[in-house]
């Protein structure tokens, strides 16, 4: 995953020193951030994006309860509905998205819109 990232991130800065990169990632990926964090690094090392800072945003998952209508957001896939324990259909948590990179000097390129 980190070493199709790294590739992204290179495509974009087009030989340009990278300073930090923004990702934005879906609770289903399970991803533990310190260790995404580090594999980053590993990945870009030798790259233009070697030691660049990761800005990474997990987004949880959307459940929308099917008795009492209610909607929150969870980290937890299997979650029932806070106000009412029922079950929950489960959305979102799959995203993958290069929100960002900062060039040296500090451009960003903007992949895409918050």
């Known amino acids: ?45 030798g790259t233009a994006a070697q030691d660049a800072e990761l800005d990474l945003v997990v987004v949880p998952f959307t459940l929308d309860c099917r008795g009492c209508g209610g909607r929150t957001e969870s ?16 959305t979102g948590g799959d995203e993958l998205v290069l929100e960002s990179i900062r060039l040296e000097g500090g451009a960003d390129v903007s992949r895409h819109p918050r």
Do not use: N
């Open 75 to 90: 980290a937890d896939a299997l979650a029932a509905c806070p106000s009412c324990g029922g079950d929950v259909d489960v």
């Open 1 to 45: 995953m980190c070493e199709g990232l790294v590739d992204l991130v290179q495509q974009e800065a087009a030989g340009r020193r990278v300073t930090g990169v923004r990702v934005r990632i879906g609770a289903g990926h399970a991803v533990v951030p310190e260790a995404f964090g580090q594999a980053f690094a590993l990945a870009a090392g």
